[in-house]
């Protein structure tokens, strides 16, 4: 156990549709980073977000965004949703110093149909 | 910008045998370097990862990892697999100059390996 949590665990919606992804770092982690795992891109790198502020940006698509909360959770939404968005979506967490050791949640299979 | 090739998408071996997964990175800037591992239905845990000092790196489950700078490699060895060891392993990079976990990892395609009984 990381000590990260993701919610929900699966997810089917339709396309078109909006969703929101949940994650709650390790106690003490100021850093989340939100991932996207697909069978035709692998895992891709799509945002980071330091201690309530966007901190890099990866291939994250202008339907999608983020934000980190006060308490240190994160929320992806995704929006307009599409046959191609289905994929796992991984939260990790750091303590945001130098060496970026990245802690991973279980992940939220999203399905599109 | 960075990338990572992990040159074999599938390795099979026999029980008890050793085995090298081979990862090799591409990065006009010094960088840190990780593997991580991903169990079937599971999150990504991670190996082992070299940020400085000795080449030789030793993780967990008893994997051991070397970095070649000139060969811009860092493949994963264990000199004896079990039936456990069944899972996808990923090499990660990461980008030391901007310091404060300030970039995502940019990750290999993943090797997915075999053990046969």
């Known amino acids: 156990d990381s000590g990260v949590t993701q919610t929900p665990k699966h997810l089917i919606t339709a396309t078109g549709q909006r969703v929101t992804l949940r994650c709650s770092p390790r106690s003490g982690d100021l850093s989340v980073y939100w991932y996207q795992q697909s069978l035709d891109q692998g895992l891709q790198f799509l945002i980071q977000?330091?201690?309530?502020?966007?901190?890099a940006k990866g291939n994250i698509l202008e339907r999608f965004s983020a934000q980190q909360f006060p308490d240190l959770h994160s929320e992806l939404n995704l929006s307009s949703l599409e046959l191609g968005d289905s994929a796992l979506y991984f939260c990790?967490?750091?303590?945001?110093?130098?060496?970026?050791?990245?802690?991973f949640g279980p992940g939220t299979r999203l399905t599109v149909l | 910008a960075q990338s990572v090739t992990q040159l074999d998408s599938q390795v099979p071996v026999f029980e008890e045998a050793p085995v090298e997964l081979r990862c090799n990175y591409s990065s006009s800037v010094s960088v840190y370097l990780f593997w991580y591992v991903q169990y079937p239905n599971q999150g990504l845990q991670l190996l082992l990862k070299?940020?400085?000092?000795?080449?030789l790196v030793k993780g967990i489950n008893g994997f051991e990892a070397e970095f070649n700078k000139s060969q811009t490699s860092f493949h994963l060895r264990k000199p004896s697999v079990h039936i456990s060891d069944t899972a996808e392993y990923f090499c990660?990079?990461?980008?030391?100059?901007?310091?404060?976990?300030?970039?995502?990892?940019?990750f290999g395609k993943g090797t997915h390996l075999i053990i046969q009984p």
């Open positions: 070299y940020l400085s000092g000795s080449t």
């Open positions: 990660a990079v990461s980008d030391k100059g901007t310091g404060g976990g300030a970039d995502g990892l940019t």
């Open positions: 977000y330091y201690n309530g502020e966007e901190r």
């Open positions: 990790a967490s750091s303590t945001g110093t130098a060496y970026n050791e990245q802690f």
